[in-house]
């Protein structure tokens, strides 16, 4: 069982001018996970509230997998990257590698995603895109080796080098 977070980065979310898709289409996608959703916030584009909100879900609640949604693209609020880059201790490159190369075959604006993954204690933060469009296909691309990587992280699985 994973216990999993969701934060919805968005100004205009947090205040209730748009509804979230996102956040909880990431929910409907990780129940084959055999996942539970322990926490899901909408919090505005702010680099400290994210972080420690990011803080939260690793070191308290000890969430085993963290999604964020929303605030990887261009725009000067877009401050998702700059947040988790703040509260990881290990990157984890390959898994937005993955995204972007996979990506790029169905958008060249792949390109443009400026999304990072990491490890904080024993939890995994994934920056996903802010579009339930570009969250489906980016979950679709991950979803496979989640399992896997969250088991060795908890220290329940070996390693991956284990061809077998």
């Not at 490159?93 to 060249?108: D, H, N, V």
């Not at 390109?111 to 024993?122: F, K, T, Y």
Request: glycine share 10%.
């Amino acid at each position: 069982m994973m216990n999993i977070g969701i934060i919805t980065a968005s100004d205009k979310g947090s205040k209730g001018e748009r509804v979230d898709t996102s956040g909880p289409l990431i929910a409907e996608m990780l129940k084959d996970l055999d996942g539970v959703v322990k926490k899901y916030v909408i919090i505005p584009d702010d680099r400290e509230k994210l972080a420690d909100m990011l803080r939260l879900m690793c070191d308290k609640l000890k969430l085993d997998l963290v999604f964020t949604t929303g605030g990887t693209g261009f725009s000067p609020r877009d401050i998702t990257p700059e947040a988790t880059l703040d509260v990881v201790e290990r990157l984890v490159p390959g898994i937005p590698e993955a995204i972007r190369m996979k990506s790029l075959e169905i958008t060249p604006k792949a390109m443009l995603s400026r999304a990072v993954a990491g490890i904080r204690n024993r939890t995994l933060i994934i920056n996903l895109p802010g579009s339930p469009k570009g969250v489906r296909e980016s979950l679709e691309i991950i979803l496979p080796i989640l399992s896997h990587g969250v088991g060795i992280l908890k220290g329940v699985e070996g390693e991956c080098g284990n061809n077998k």
